[in-house]
């Protein structure tokens, strides 16, 4: 029988023995901890020599290389310099494979989950090679090392500064004479007094992190409002150290430690049991000795979910200001506007357009029932409708490339489009060309929201039957019907409504899209008109989806009483001044989600946790773990439009209270468009039965 001694710098009260077996051999292997006494750790090796095949080091420095530095750790080389004549291994070998196994499984598995993700290496020199793998998946790298060495409040922020950091301090940092230098620095009063402000760095650090690749004992300092939803990048987890974990609301463990009799070893020990089993000592032991051994055991890192399932997924989402009267709203524009003579104001909006991008919001709370989570930023880019259109493609673009630059330095692994944003030239298609993450409009839920909208209107209204062919027996009319969401409208609408009129004044394009219709739809009734006047006053519902910026494209005093009008444009093709002359038509804002959660985020002139559908498709995405372009351009696919509903349903989006430009209607709204309608239009008769869902 061979043994293996683990010399571990930590606590005794972790010391155990076991016989196994490994590689067709009986081993024994001892663990014997030293509380952190190298002297007593030097006796115990003295002690050992003569019955241990192999000797493990643990909890000690290895000898790392970080980029091109080679660095001899002084500790770990004493403790060697004790057996010479015996294999001592800290297990850097295997630990360099198993720790950048973990991250490539990690993502292989659960599929870009480290895009773009805020890394905290709390020992960059020991985490190197978690560092090189993380940073082919994102660039926003942090490294605590000149707080864990010298207790400078400063991170580093690269794998270069990680390098170059490494090459100056290294060669002091290791020396005798360096060390006690260090801890009497550490132990001066002045360094003292700074202290909570050096703690204060890495504790806003850790809690601005995604991931964080730390020891648990690193870690224990920390709580629940830092660690909450943090992934974790570690080894040998105990089921103590599991519930610790549990206690801080941590979201998920990677562990890349080896597992022996249904226990996590160190990596010093499976080595130094590589070494004996082979016979051949550590510095032998070539890549393909441990892939022999990883695949035989069949070791892999485990992905640990402490309080079950749980995934944070991020996001960002550009908006802006839809008219001049939102930036009078806004401090200090609001001060501005009280005590400028008029005229200020436009030269205002103008030299808003210019901004940088900035946050407006943190976006927190959005919870799957699925256990999946979201967390993002809202973006606002400065330009109102009236300046973005007064520029060319260009001028917008370069502002939502800064948004999408400054999204993926905050975390984000997608990127939505809002409002006039994803209006301007090809609609989103050059910005995803361009753009370091995945786009989206939100075109296809906006699309998809609308109607969800309308369909629910009418239903409450009670006005409309169902005919003979199953369908609404009725009318429905898109207005801006070659447009990217009123076209989807269309396509909608034909599935469900009796007859569809389709309105713009792009000739050409609006009998292409007839045609493209009845190829899907055989045998509905379509017809096709220039502008609104002809047949307005005969329609039960009315799509508007222009991007007019606000002009108006009908007569709301042509429409029939008890309409039901979905104004999907923003800003709204319907103004408040039109919609207050006609109380017998509902008029509604479409496309407003209510998100699964207790969400959290500024005011977006909606009720608290409902969102726009455009926003709310980009957070079904990132729930979705879907980080890729899905709706771009002006051309808005079907089967997008079906699938961003089916994924919203399956994370718990739900249609929110229609509201109207007044705020949410109550069922006294419905009541009372339905009795004015039916007392202006005696045609408005009992239907034989209501609308059916879906």
């Known amino acids: 029988m061979k043994t293996v001694v683990s010399v571990s710098q930590g606590s005794s009260d972790y010391d155990y023995q076991l016989e196994t077996a490994f590689l067709g051999q009986d081993f024994r292997v001892i663990r014997i901890g030293t509380d952190g006494d190298l002297e007593r750790a030097e006796a115990v090796l003295d002690s050992v020599r003569e019955q241990a095949d192999a000797i493990g080091l643990s909890m000690v420095h290895d000898h790392y290389q970080v980029g091109r530095e080679q660095i001899e750790h002084p500790d770990t080389a004493r403790l060697e310099a004790c057996v010479p004549d015996k294999s001592v291994t800290t297990g850097a070998g295997l630990r360099r494979i198993l720790q950048e196994w973990a991250v490539r499984h990690t993502q292989s598995q659960l599929g870009h989950f480290f895009d773009n993700a805020r890394v905290l290496c709390f020992n960059g020199q020991a985490s190197y090679r978690i560092a090189l793998a993380l940073s082919e998946h994102t660039e926003n790298l942090q490294f605590a090392d000149p707080y864990t060495d010298f207790g400078v409040p400063r991170m580093l922020t690269s794998l270069q500064q990680l390098e170059r950091y490494t090459a100056i301090t290294a060669p002091l940092l290791y020396r005798p004479t360096a060390v006690r230098a260090l801890e009497s620095f550490i132990h001066n009063p002045l360094y003292r007094l700074g202290e909570g402000l050096v703690r204060g760095s890495l504790h806003h650090a850790v809690k601005q992190a995604h991931v964080l690749v730390a020891t648990i004992g690193e870690l224990a300092d920390f709580t629940q409002t830092e660690l909450d939803g943090k992934t974790v990048i570690t080894s040998r987890i105990t089921e103590q150290s599991l519930d610790w974990m549990r206690s801080r609301k941590v979201a998920m463990v990677v562990d890349y430690s080896p597992w022996l009799n249904d226990r996590p070893v160190g990596a010093n020990v499976m080595e130094a049991m590589i070494s004996a089993a082979l016979e051949r000592a550590p510095a032998q032991l070539a890549a393909n000795d441990f892939l022999d051994v990883i695949d035989q055991l069949g070791i892999e890192p485990r992905i640990l979910y402490p309080n079950g399932y ?385």
């Not at 401090?331 to 940088?356: F, H, Q, R």
């Not at 930023?377 to 490339?401: A, C, D, N, Q």
Request: hydrophobic fraction near 45%.
């Open 310 to 694: 749980r995934r944070v997924n991020r996001f960002a989402f550009v908006i802006h200001p839809l008219s001049q009267q939102y930036l009078t709203k806004t401090p200090p524009l609001d001060w501005i506007a009280s005590v400028s003579p008029a005229g200020v104001m436009n030269l205002v909006e103008k030299a808003v357009a210019y901004t940088p991008p900035f946050v407006y919001s943190r976006v927190q709370g959005v919870t799957s029932p699925t256990g999946d989570e979201a967390e993002g930023w809202l973006i606002t880019v400065g330009g109102t409708p009236k300046e973005i259109m007064s520029h060319g493609p260009e001028f917008t673009y370069s502002r939502l490339l800064a948004a999408a630059r400054l999204a993926k330095k905050l975390g984000a692994q997608i990127m939505g489009l809002g409002a006039f944003t994803k209006v301007v030239g090809d609609a989103g298609i050059t910005v995803a060309k361009r753009a370091p993450l995945p786009i989206t409009t939100g075109n296809s839920y906006s699309a998809s929201g609308a109607l969800w909208a309308a369909h629910e209107a009418v239903k409450k209204i009670g006005l409309v039957a169902i005919g003979p062919s199953g369908k609404m027996a009725g009318k429905a009319m898109v207005v801006g019907a070659t447009g990217a969401i009123g076209s989807v409208c269309a396509r909608l609408l034909v599935k469900a409504v009796d007859e569809v009129v389709l309105v713009s004044p792009e000739a050409a394009k609006l009998l292409a899209l007839r045609d493209s219709i009845l190829q899907e739809t055989p045998g509905a009734t379509i017809h096709v008109s220039a502008s609104t006047d002809r047949e307005l006053a005969d329609m039960d519902m009315v799509v508007t989806a222009t991007s007019g910026a606000g002009k108006r494209v009908l007569d709301i005093m042509q429409v029939k009483p008890g309409c039901v009008i979905t104004d999907v444009a923003r800003p709204l093709d319907i103004p408040a001044e039109d919609v207050a002359k006609r109380p017998d038509v509902l008029v509604i804002e479409s496309g407003e989600i209510r998100l699964p959660g207790d969400v959290h985020m500024k005011d977006i002139g909606l009720p608290r946790g409902v969102a726009y559908a455009c926003l709310a498709e980009t957070i079904v995405l990132a729930l979705e773990s879907r980080f890729e372009n899905f709706t771009l351009g002006r051309h808005i696919e079907w089967e997008k439009v079906r699938e961003i509903y089916r994924l919203g349903l399956r994370h718990g989006m739900e249609l929110a209270a229609i509201s109207g430009v007044n705020g949410v209607f109550s069922e006294e709204d419905y009541a009372r468009v339905r009795t004015l309608a039916r007392a202006g239009d005696p045609s408005t008769e009992e239907p034989r039965r209501s609308v059916p869902g879906g």
